[in-house]
T-cell receptor, first 113, second 112 residues
Framework: DADVTQTPRNRITKTGKRIMLECSQT?????MYWYRQDPGLGLRLIYY???????NKGEISDGYSVSRQAQAKFSLSLESAIPNQTALYFC????????????FGQGTRLTVV | KQEVTQIPAALSVPEGENLVLNCSFT??????LQWFRQDPGKGLTSLLL?????REQTSGRLNASLDKSSGRSTLYIAASQPGDSATYLC???????????FGTGTRLQVTL
């Protein structure tokens, strides 16, 4: 089983709908991250969490919200999806604040029509 | 603001060739640099992690070097194989931003 699991793997949704992407990890890491990947733009950070009580905005947080339900679970919500949120979304984890190795999930391909 | 550039954007080589992928970054105040591999439709697999105090790391046919002062890293792949075909991403961890900043990747194709 994967250490970092994302669900769903693929999703098509309509403009204006609310959608939640979920991430769970078995690595026991405190830090969790949500990134999105767009062609030609690389991966960009949406939100990150140092622990259950510490959530921070990344560089492109507008239109997104997150919830850290437990150490192992970090979900990303699009309150009202729009087409330019069509992207590949990745969840990642790491141990601590000194840039130890990051581990990524398999990604969720989201299409907003 | 940290910016990461990877050159070339795409590369095609015949099987067996040795090759070098390049990564440069603008802010040398990094904690580490990480090389990832991404296969189509799949997630990122960590290949090598180089701490800021290190000069290089090796894993099998892969060797990554880091010159922090000049803001450069290279990923050397020896004796390339078709199974090496993928997109290779480098990312730097900048402590002040508490995040990994990624390059846009080099898409590698190894042909028979």
């Amino acid at each position: 089983d994967a250490d970092v699991t994302q669900t769903p793997r693929n999703r098509i949704t309509k403009t204006g709908k609310r959608i939640m992407l979920e991430c769970s990890q078995t690595k026991g890491h405190d830090r969790m991250y949500w990134y999105r990947q767009d062609p030609g733009l690389g991966l960009r950070l949406i939100y990150y969490s140092f622990d259950v009580k510490d959530i921070n905005k990344g560089e492109i947080s507008d239109g997104y919200s997150v919830s850290r339900q437990a150490q192992a679970k970090f979900s990303l919500s699009l309150e009202s999806a729009i087409p330019n949120q069509t992207a590949l979304y990745f969840c990642a984890t790491s141990v601590d604040s000194f840039g130890t190795e990051a581990f990524f999930g398999q990604g969720t391909r989201l299409t907003v029509v | 603001k940290q910016e990461v550039t990877q050159i070339p954007a795409a590369l095609s080589v015949p099987e067996g060739e040795n090759l070098v992928l390049n990564c440069s970054f603008t802010d040398s105040a990094i904690y580490n640099l990480q090389w990832f591999r991404q296969d189509p439709g799949k997630g990122l697999t960590s290949l090598l992690l180089i701490q800021s105090s290190q000069r290089e790391q090796t894993s099998g046919r892969l060797n990554a070097s880091l010159d922090k002062s000049s803001g450069r890293s290279t990923l050397y792949i020896a004796a390339s194989q078709p199974g090496d075909s993928a997109t290779y991403l480098c990312a730097v961890y900048t402590g002040t931003a508490s995040k990994l900043t990624f390059g846009t990747g080099t898409r590698l194709q190894v042909t028979l």
